[in-house]
């Protein structure tokens, strides 16, 4: 009997070690509501300490799209190291720039069809111009982890949010292990907001964010 046991123990103690068990409770689901702006969409929700992007993470290609005299999307969150394509689906020439401090390039003027690519190997905020047409705006953030989420129309977001993910080329991203996290938001007529989650054991777990017009904060700080 006391060998039987012994030999159940290992067997189980092998199965331990070749398959772990890795404590993932959930996600981080919530509601933004802002005063003093029209829609509560292309808001950034993030974490901003949560576990690091792997290396297959980093090599998705992303794409800025130039359509309408429009930067489509106008909110586009990408992790460090990811590689952005700046197609031009236009009808007209762009000159697509940022002097922005985390990254600064300017393309100069290309035509329809042409396209112009970029890495981003640091992290913070970098707005788009365009030399051509001065109402053509957008904002590339740039992450160090893939728990974000950028806010739809009625200002609804799930973090990880893995159909967002899947649109930029990356696999899934594993659930959140419980425990507290910090939930910071980001846009650039709004005042940044950073609030204290708990995700439990089992489930996820539902905030509201409040946010008033204002100047919005760095990512990490």
Not at 26 to 48: D, F, H, Q, W
Not at 52 to 73: N, T, Y
Not at 118 to 132: N, T
């Amino acid at each position: 009997m006391r060998k039987f046991f012994v030999l159940k123990f290992s067997a189980a103690l092998l199965i331990f070690l070749y398959f772990p068990v890795h404590a993932f409770a959930g996600n981080i689901k919530g509601a933004v509501k802002v005063k003093g702006l029209r829609s509560p969409e292309n808001i950034l929700v993030y974490l901003s300490k949560a576990p690091a992007a792997s290396g297959e993470l980093s090599k998705a290609k992303i794409v800025m799209d130039q359509r309408d005299l429009e930067f489509r999307p106008h909110v586009l969150p990408i992790l460090v190291g990811s590689t952005v394509q700046f197609p031009n689906n236009d009808k007209v020439d762009h000159n697509v720039f940022s002097m922005s401090r985390t990254k600064k390039f300017n393309f100069g003027s290309y035509k329809p069809g042409e396209s112009h690519s970029v890495v981003f190997d640091k992290p913070g905020i970098v707005e788009l111009r365009c030399d051509v047409h001065a109402e053509m705006a957008a904002y590339i953030l740039v992450m160090k982890n893939p728990y974000f989420a950028v806010t739809d129309k009625q200002g609804h977001f799930e973090i990880p949010d893995s159909g967002q993910l899947k649109q930029t080329g990356l696999p899934d991203v594993k659930n959140l292990a419980p425990g507290k996290y910090f939930v910071k938001t980001w846009h650039e007529k709004l005042k940044t907001q950073k609030q204290a989650v708990i995700v439990p054991e089992n489930g996820d777990t539902t905030i509201q964010l409040d946010l008033t017009r204002g100047t919005p904060g760095v990512l990490y700080k």
